[in-house]
């Protein structure tokens, strides 16, 4: 980075003196350059290190887990930033499509039973705990909720089988995998 060499006089160029000074110069404006991409990184969720998120989950007391990676931290502060009314189906597409991508899940709602299903195509459990806990918070009480995890991925977590599956009720299968513990 020339900022400080671009704007040097000719006359100062070969002076031991000034060649100390614009190197001095050279290296605080360097410092101050990357501390000022640091802040602006750290305003926004995808872009933020570690003491960024500190300071999202601060801000959104969110309990901080050092156990988490810093992805997982990131993609949880992210589900509680984009948690905010009005809640609308709309919304909702948005938001998962914001976290899961566009084609990882498959939404229904049917108005008529008041039921809402939501089957999400995912390998990490700690984001979709996390995003069934603020999800079950925020949806009407008269509607009925099912979100599940895609079967591709249900046996990643478990050593599942179709056999040992196909005859369990959701209560039962819930049970079983323990989801509803956590």
């Given at each position: 980075m020339e900022y400080v060499e671009r704007f040097r006089p000719e006359i100062t160029k070969g002076n031991d003196d000034f060649d100390s000074l614009y190197s001095v110069q050279k290296t605080e404006i360097e410092g101050l350059h990357g501390n000022t991409r640091k802040v602006i990184n750290n305003l926004y969720i995808s872009t933020c290190d570690v003491d960024g998120v500190k300071r999202w989950e601060k801000?959104?007391?969110i309990k901080q887990n050092k156990?988490?990676?810093?992805?997982?931290?990131k993609a949880i502060v992210l589900n509680k930033?984009?948690?905010?009314?009005?809640?609308?189906?709309?919304?909702?597409?948005?938001?998962?499509?914001t976290i899961w991508?566009?084609?990882?899940?498959?939404?229904?709602?049917?108005?008529?039973?008041?039921?809402?299903?939501?089957?999400?195509?995912?390998?990490?459990?700690?984001?979709y705990l996390q995003f069934s806990k603020q999800l079950r918070n925020?949806?009407?009480a008269n509607i009925?909720?099912?979100?599940?995890?895609q079967y591709t991925h249900l046996y990643l977590a478990r050593t599942y089988t179709y056999e040992a599956m196909e005859s369990l009720t959701y209560e039962e299968l819930s049970r079983y995998s323990e989801i509803d513990e956590i």
């Open positions: 801000f959104y007391n156990d988490y990676t810093l992805e997982e931290r930033v984009l948690y905010r009314p009005p809640f609308t189906r709309q919304r909702l597409t948005e938001i998962l499509e991508g566009k084609g990882n899940y498959i939404y229904q709602l049917y108005p008529d039973d008041y039921r809402l299903i939501i089957d999400i195509d995912t390998n990490n459990p700690i984001i925020i949806i009407p009925y909720l099912i979100l599940s995890i």
